[in-house]
């Protein structure tokens, strides 16, 4: 059936985050303790596709809740340009979940020869990522058959968050964790409003997905699998960025999907929402309904009471749920994306 | 007349650059002497817009140059977030047009506050950001008056191309500078060849821009310009990143924009473009055409014979010719876009 890898494994993601929660606990406090004893200056995330939206979480979360800068890396400087940085003492992750991302793996070599501390965070532990860092940590997933991902990147995103929470030796958020997999599963609740949404939405063919700080990388994957799955345009733009120009593609019911969890980003987010709306845009929520009164034509609903930090976990899911609806009500098959295979080169 | 202000300095960047090249030579020698005596061991550089995508040319040029690892900042984590990264001892670039992006100056603070080395890049040099930062390079540009930027961006690409060689002692790419304002002057010679293709991409709403290395801050400025002035949806993608999922969007005559001119990343650009033939894209290229034979429909010429670091500065000329034209073939005033002003509030 049509789709039928892609929403298997979406539904799958409360159990693959228990796993991981379980089986993974362990080596990340570990190697968390060994961080805390020297820590890096600075930290460069290494990664493509869904892999960089987890990293550019996981730069966010170095910066707020550790203060160690923190940047995502340009492979290219490696591979094509054939420099290598001066990364000595720096921590460098490199994010892939096949671990066959042949310019992650060169990114990650140099770093390493360069006297970076390496790390691999990807679902295959004989992958050539987890052979070129120091160390490894595993996203317990089980085999993704998809090729767009999905339980995957929640993975990916719990592992960052456990990292730097351990590292930050941030009690109360490590112990939040537990509750990911029930947050995921509510969350899973939200089908029965996507379905009707996907339907009225199966005419657009563009849109915008916007957010800030920790949930720009929910803005950037759910633009991704709106792209790869439903073949919709989309593109994410960080709302502060939003203003420096891009609003000014947004007219009469241009479809813009804003995701503004409970936190910091909210006022801001509202802020936006009211220039949106005066433009009159087909603003779709992604977030508790209030606050928002008058704003959004559709709220998708998330599960209240997760502390902001974790959001980007749960939120993604019900954009998963969106990109898999408007896929099949476009007539294409969320499995199989034009064009792509589950590994990439990138020559 | 409509876009009279906005076409009027798209043309007078080759003089605008050759203001910069005379008067801030010296400033950029000095600071470039200061910095070699201490070299940062990394350098974060922020940015909004088109000072975003100025930046991001920053991020590759200390790499790829002086092999100092660099990162995007992320001003948010200042703004929203009220923690401050640890950012003793690197160098921290502040990027804004007029100098007055709140977010950019708060950052740039706080950098100063935790004891980074700040520098303003702004065109003036009274504004916030000046006053924040330790020294401070000035663009030349004249007043710009126009809301979209593009005298400003080119001379943002010269600043930091002009530090970067002067930190290098590169002394061929910094005489190569002389020669960009006949450059520039040649490359707005594609207007002959621009406007037509304007006429004939009239009816297209959406597209993709795209590029890698340098050149990625072209694609993303490309698409910038697309969006605020003529309201295509146009969204900037690294060549590696397309491969990574949203290459499923591109369908028949789906319009995509590469830029690829001479240099390392050629080679992979034309596996890329080939790709984007198997599945029917309407290829517009900038570049000189030869190499990508019977792969694009329309090919926009840029001058040959620029060192690689520098095609940046010309490649963008036609780009800001095509999203003017193309806003007034669909009826926009490229002076005016919608829902803008010149100085952005972030909020």
Chains 1, 2 share one sequence.
């Not at 939200?190 to 657009?204: H, Q, T």
Request: proline residues 7%.
């Amino acid at each position: 059936m049509r789709g039928s890898l892609t929403i298997a494994e979406i539904r799958e993601q409360p159990a693959a985050l228990s796993r991981l929660l379980e089986a993974e606990r362990r080596p990340l406090l570990r190697l968390a303790r060994s961080l805390r004893r020297r820590p890096p200056p600075v930290v460069f995330l290494a990664a493509r596709g869904t892999s960089d939206n987890a990293a550019l979480y996981g730069h966010y979360l170095f910066e707020t809740l550790l203060g160690i800068p923190a940047g995502l890396a340009s492979p290219s400087v490696v591979t094509i340009y054939r420099t290598v940085p001066r990364l000595r003492g720096a921590l460098v992750l490199g994010l892939s979940q096949s671990g066959r991302s042949s310019d992650i793996v060169r990114y990650v070599e140099a770093a390493r020869s360069s006297g970076a501390r390496t790390v691999a965070i990807t679902n295959d532990p004989r992958s050539p990522l987890a052979a070129a860092a120091h160390d490894t940590l595993l996203l317990h997933s089980g085999v993704e058959r998809s090729v767009a991902a999905t339980k995957t990147y929640t993975a990916q995103l719990a592992v960052l968050s456990l990292l730097v929470a351990s590292m930050a030796e941030d009690r109360r958020l490590l112990d939040a964790h537990d509750r990911l997999p029930r947050w995921v599963e509510r969350a899973l609740d939200a089908d029965d409003a996507v379905r009707p949404l996907s339907l009225r939405l199966s005419g657009v063919r563009r849109c915008l997905v916007t957010s800030r700080g920790y949930n720009f990388a929910t803005a950037r994957e759910a633009a991704l699998k709106l792209k790869e799955t439903a073949q919709v345009a989309a593109e994410a733009l960080s709302s502060a960025d939003l203003l420096h120009g891009p609003i000014a593609v947004v007219g009469r019911r241009f479809p813009v999907i804003m995701i503004a969890p409970p936190g910091r980003t909210r006022g801001h987010l509202r802020r936006v929402a009211r220039r949106l709306a005066a433009q009159s845009a087909r603003l779709v929520l992604v977030a508790p309904g209030r606050g928002f009164e008058g704003l959004a034509h559709t709220v998708i609903p998330v599960p209240a009471g997760i502390p902001e930090i974790l959001t980007p976990h749960v939120a993604i899911v019900p954009l998963q749920l969106l990109a898999y609806h408007l896929a099949l009500a476009r007539g294409f098959d969320p499995d199989r994306p034009r064009g792509l295979r589950k590994v990439t080169r990138s020559f």
